[in-house]
């Protein structure tokens, strides 16, 4: 089964960042981050297809893919992790010249989180809205089981995009793992436990 989530954030803004305070200082990095080594790292290696697509407004898109990422030298906790991916993302915004950085396997994509709905679902991939308010996912896990190519979408720090008109014109099927509302992370983590039975 190839799992990809996509996460997008309005609210990232690295202005004034500092490491100190990543929450405070980025518009939320923190929850990209955690979403990022949520999806993507296993126990003691990465995780086998599955991606992460991280949509963020002020800066573009984002991949990352194991399959091009170094499991050695990838930074494995929040805080490493949200400093490279500052690093990254301010060499990125000035289109200067990426000095070596241990992400500088991200892939950059020019796709909008709506163009990358269209692509996948051109190529035959299953698409899931995440949401407190959707159909129990727990009812229809079997029949979700059964999709070789699933892309679930999140929200990061609120629903905005996942309420958006843009999506819900989409009519994609929206599911809930309960009434609690959860960390995009731990929907993250819940979804792979149940759909990768690790
Ligand atoms: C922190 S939540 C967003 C804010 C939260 N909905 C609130 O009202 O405080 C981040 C994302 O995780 C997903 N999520 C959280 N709880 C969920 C649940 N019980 N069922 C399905 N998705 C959920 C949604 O995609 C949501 O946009």
Redesign the pocket.
């Known amino acids: 089964m190839n799992l990809i989530f996509f996460i997008k954030s309005t609210t990232v803004n690295i202005d004034n960042y500092t490491i100190k305070d990543i929450p405070g200082s980025s518009g939320r990095l923190d929850?990209i981050s955690r979403c990022v080594l949520s999806a993507i790292l296993g126990r003691d290696s990465f995780e086998k297809n599955i991606q992460i697509w991280v949509f963020l407004d002020r800066y573009g898109t984002f991949i990352f893919n194991p399959e091009f990422i170094d499991y050695e030298i990838f930074p494995k906790n929040e805080l490493l992790f949200s400093d490279y991916f500052v690093k990254f993302l301010q060499k990125h915004s000035v289109n200067e010249e990426h000095p070596p950085n241990i992400l500088n396997s991200i892939k950059v994509s020019k796709m909008r989180i709506i163009e990358a709905i269209m692509h996948f679902q051109t190529l035959n991939y299953k698409l899931y809205?995440?949401?407190?308010q959707?159909k129990d996912?727990f009812k229809l896990l079997s029949g979700i089981k059964e999709n070789e190519n699933i892309v679930f979408?999140?929200?990061?720090?609120?629903?905005e995009y996942?309420d958006s008109k843009e999506l819900l014109a989409l009519k994609i099927p929206v599911?809930?793992?309960?009434?609690?509302?959860?960390?995009?992370s731990s929907?993250i983590r819940l979804l792979k436990l149940h759909l990768l039975a690790l």
């Open positions: 929850v809205v995440l949401c407190e959707g996912f979408i999140l929200g990061s720090q609120e629903d996942i599911i809930s793992i309960g009434n609690q509302s959860y960390l995009a929907v």
